[in-house]
């Protein structure tokens, strides 16, 4: 039947054997369509990525001035916790005794910390095991065997420098970008 | 599939023949859209417009579903929500302004797809479901708009609530408790919008539905043409694929063309600048009109202005759903045996009087109720329903039609410079009989 | 049978349309047609040319700058910009220590609560808060304004028709009532004739008061005029801050589109090429069967 040769006729190739330039039209177009769909993609994707008014809460400023040695506070931080901690001198001594060849994680608390700043511990207060809030930022929480924090959910322990040392967890209590913006007042979120 | 001669399926490759053998998918693709799908030969541009209503309605969920990604259905909050979506949310001004005008686009192919119906007599036997089918999906479209537009919860969005939901209230003795029904209250609100996203998000898959019933309807007979004469043998078919696929290829570029020209360039032209406003329950808008798609209707229902035993506005909201409803009757109102209004000249006629007629209707709906506009409705509204109720039926019996080619492809070639053409009025045949 | 039905049905929506479409009528010839005032005195939005017209358009970020400025200075006072954050205010050209700068000195503060008694309070913006709001709430804000309510103005623009030149020509359209105005619609006391408004009598006292309101830094002279143009420039960002990606992205869209359709249409007849050759050899076009189209068509009367 006729019709069937016409079916064919769309996808034959030229006595030759390469492609006409016929069935080239037809390729682009083809082509040209995809490039269409795949550029449409694009937005739809792109737009379950935060958001502007996400993204300008991605930086926040803590004003550190009332913290006492030995005390923390929590705040929130891309609305997740964040644990500023202001280390008495025993605490980075304790932090500094330890030697990091016996670390999971290991780093110094200088690394953790800004320089001349070493009695400013900032931390996420996400335990790397599973994300729950580790206890001992509040006064009279469990700070867990080694002074630190303590994660209650699967017992991660943390000493001062807010390093893993014991329990489940693979890694330190994360250190977010930040800055001091003065001398009591620091911006996390940004890059020193 | 109906016609013997139609290509059967076969498997290009040890993957599709595995697939098909346990799952015959690529089959029934075949038979729907593909090479094993013959096709009248002669379709004209009009043809067109069912593929690009099942684009539209792809472009609907999908932008739809994402914008439900940020939107909230919460008083006061939907419309911040809008708002956020315009200004923070990653290409959502894009994403948002696609979906309202996509709506529009939607109506647009739908009404030309429905106007392509009847003029070359789609609704007539065997098609008869087919065409009652495509009414479910209007009806269900303009639920889903109307739903859809109430959610920004804008001055329109919540007055366009307050006087649709109004029309329910005029049904004698249930009409009050079936509006609070609706409404989930006195007034527009919380519960209203609730249930609006709810069942804006749920309806467009029904459409999805009924569309593959509406296809698979039309699938039996197959499609109708331009002549309206049946095919009779192989010569007058062609396959869907690749001859169709190739041209709603180029509709759906020009469709993409001038919806891209709309969402870019005039983003709010077809939109109320009210709905701007939030929505506030103690002041209403100057002038409370619906998007443009309803103004024919929103015509009708208002151009019933005097009691007449029955309430007027009663009588409004009748003849309003009476306008849509007896579009199902069609097929047994217009009895004439010949489809195609190409071979009907008399038919032809008051069919471009119905079209002027709609777009009168159209142009005075989205008009103040004022004088002359509410003559010009009312006059506008009488032609509607004489045009389907009165003239077609009579029509039908007396009119004389022009006598039908043997056969599709007798036609084709006698028009065959024109077959790329849109309804062809006068070449392919003469005008008028005397 | 359906025919029957339908013809009645029809008769009698007609009959009672054609009742409404008479009462109308005769009351349209009996009773005197009088134009509204509105209708009467009510004037069209003033044509301007803004750089952001059209489908290039771009917004002037120096009269962005000025007419946040406007904002600032004349219209912050009363009224709310409550959808534009101070951060957006990066997009109109000011860097993040600028925008740091405004926010945190702007005349209102962002409600909060206090950290010690956990009473409300108000703290210093940043450049992530929106801007404040001058009252309270409606009921302040009325009670401010002699009952009349300062609409927000972060979509002023999109929420009125034509709304840039209408914001433009309601600033510069405070005039005199005419004379023949009737004493229904003259201003009461505390409204203000304007024309440009919608019912003609606006609550709003003139903002502008005349050239030289406000300082620019760029240079710019302030006349009215100016300054009008500016704060609806301004505005207009407000309402549409992303109209220049629309335009950008809409222009790649287009041209990209033209030339897939372009190329569809070429494929499409491409593929149709071998179709419609094909058919040429077939029956239809017999001599036979165009004698008898011929034959009938002369039969039925038709000239071709």
């Known amino acids: 039947m006729a019709t069937v040769e016409h079916s064919d006729g769309m996808l034959a190739t030229a006595p030759d054997g390469g492609v006409r330039r016929r069935d080239f039209i037809n390729i682009a177009a083809v082509s040209a369509a995809g490039v269409g769909a795949a550029a449409t993609l694009y937005p739809l994707i792109n737009q379950m990525n935060p958001a502007a008014d996400t993204l300008a809460l991605a930086s926040i400023e803590v004003d550190v001035s009332a913290i006492q040695p030995g005390q923390a506070i929590k705040t929130i931080f891309r609305k997740q916790p964040l644990f500023v901690r202001h280390l008495t001198p025993a605490e980075i001594q304790a932090a500094n005794a330890v030697s990091t060849g016996e670390l999971r994680d290991p780093q110094t608390l200088a690394e953790r910390t800004q320089e001349g700043k070493a009695e400013w511990l900032v931390t996420m207060g996400v335990c790397t095991h599973l994300g729950c809030v580790p206890l001992g930022a509040a006064e009279g929480e469990n700070k867990g065997a080694f002074g630190g924090y303590f994660c209650p959910c699967h017992g991660s322990h943390y000493d001062t420098a807010g390093r893993i040392r014991k329990g489940p967890a693979p890694k330190n209590l994360e250190v977010p970008a930040y800055k001091f913006a003065s001398d009591t007042v620091i911006t996390v979120g940004e890059v020193a | ?434 | 049978m359906v025919r029957l039905i339908a013809f009645l049905v029809g008769l009698g929506f007609v009959v009672v349309a054609g009742w409404s479409l008479g009462n109308g009528v005769v009351a349209y010839a009996t009773q005197p047609q009088e134009e509204s005032v509105e209708h009467r005195f009510h004037l069209s939005p003033k044509h301007v040319d803004f750089s952001f017209n059209g489908p290039f358009g771009k917004y002037d970020r120096q009269q962005l700058q000025r007419g946040f400025q406007v904002f600032k200075e004349v219209c912050a006072s009363c009224h709310s910009l409550s959808l534009v954050a101070f951060r957006n205010l990066e997009e109109i050209g000011y860097n993040e220590a600028e925008v740091k700068a405004i926010s945190n000195q702007w005349q209102i503060e962002v409600p909060s609560v206090d950290p010690k008694t956990g009473e409300a309070s108000t703290r210093k913006g940043t450049p992530a808060d929106h801007f404040p709001s001058p009252y309270l709430n409606e009921v302040a804000a009325r009670a401010a304004n002699n009952n009349a309510l300062p609409p927000d103005l972060s979509l002023i623009t999109k929420a009125r028709h034509d709304g840039p030149a209408y914001v433009y020509s309601l600033l510069t359209g405070y005039r005199n009532p005419p004379a023949d105005l009737p004493a229904d619609s003259r201003p009461g006391e505390g409204l203000h004739y304007n024309p440009y408004f919608a019912n003609l009598n606006i609550a709003m006292p003139p903002p502008l008061t005349g050239d030289g309101q406000v300082t620019y830094a760029d240079g710019t002279k302030p006349t009215q005029d100016q300054v009008a143009k500016d704060i609806s420039a301004f505005l207009a960002w407000t309402a549409e801050p992303r109209l220049e990606n629309r335009h950008r992205a809409g222009l790649a869209v287009v041209l990209f589109l033209l030339f897939a359709t372009v190329l569809s249409y070429l494929a499409y007849q491409n593929v149709w090429h071998t179709a419609k050759r094909k058919v040429r050899h077939t029956g239809p076009l017999d001599p036979e069967n165009m004698a008898k189209r011929d034959a009938a068509n002369r039969e039925a009367g038709v000239n071709l």
């Open chain 2, 1 to 434: 599939m109906s016609f013997p001669w139609a290509e059967p399926y076969q498997p290009k490759n040890g993957l599709t023949r595995w697939f098909d053998e346990r799952l015959p998918l690529p089959r029934l693709v075949y038979g729907a859209i593909g090479g094993g799908y013959p096709v009248p030969r002669n379709l004209n541009y009009f043809w067109n417009f069912g593929v690009l209503a099942g684009l539209a309605l792809t472009v609907q969920i999908v932008t739809g579903i994402i914008l439900a990604m940020h939107y909230v259905p919460y008083g006061d909050a939907a419309f911040l929500s809008v708002e956020r979506i315009m200004r923070d949310v990653p290409q959502g001004w894009l994403l948002r302004y696609a979906h309202a005008n996509g709506a529009s686009f939607f109506f647009m192919v739908t009404y030309i797809h429905i106007f392509r119906g009847l003029y070359y007599g789609s609704y007539k036997a065997p098609r008869e479901l087919v065409w009652m089918l495509g009414l479910v999906i209007l009806l269900l479209m303009m639920a889903t708009a109307f739903m859809g537009y109430v959610l920004p919860w804008g001055q329109m969005s919540f007055w366009g609530a307050k006087v649709i939901t109004g029309l329910f209230g005029a049904i004698p003795f249930v009409g009050e408790p079936v509006q609070q029904w609706l409404l989930g209250g006195f007034a527009p609100d919380q519960p209203t919008l609730n249930r609006f996203f709810s069942l804006h998000y749920l309806l467009p898959f029904v459409i999805a539905g009924v569309i593959v019933l509406h296809i698979w309807a039309l699938h039996i007979p197959g499609s109708s043409n331009p002549t309206g004469v049946e095919v009779k043998s192989a010569q007058d078919t062609i396959p869907f694929h690749p001859f169709y696929t190739a041209k709603d290829g180029f509709g759906v570029g020009v469709f993409m063309l001038l919806f891209a020209l709309l969402t870019f360039y005039a983003p709010n032209y077809l939109g109320h600048a009210d709905n701007y406003i939030p929505a506030n329950p103690l002041s209403t808008p100057a002038h409370i009109v619906p998007e443009w798609y309803f103004w024919p209707f929103y015509a009708i229902l208002r151009a019933f202005t005097v009691d007449f035993i029955l309430p007027a506005k009663l009588w409004g909201v009748i003849a309003m759903f009476a306008a849509i409803l007896l579009l199902f009757f069609l097929p047994w109102i217009d009895r004439s045996p010949v489809r195609s209004g190409n071979y009907r000249p008399r038919f032809r006629q008051f069919f471009w009087i119905l079209i002027l007629d709609l777009l009168v209707l159209g142009y005075v709906g989205g008009q103040p109720a004022e004088e002359p506009f509410v003559m010009i409705s009312q006059l506008a509204t009488i032609y509607y329903f004489a045009h389907f109720l009165i003239i077609l039926p009579i029509l039908s019996a007396v009119e004389r039609t022009l006598p039908l080619p043997n056969s599709i492809s007798e036609s084709v070639l006698h028009g065959e410079d024109k077959e790329a053409a849109p309804a062809d009025l006068s070449g392919l045949r003469p005008a008028a009989a005397e």
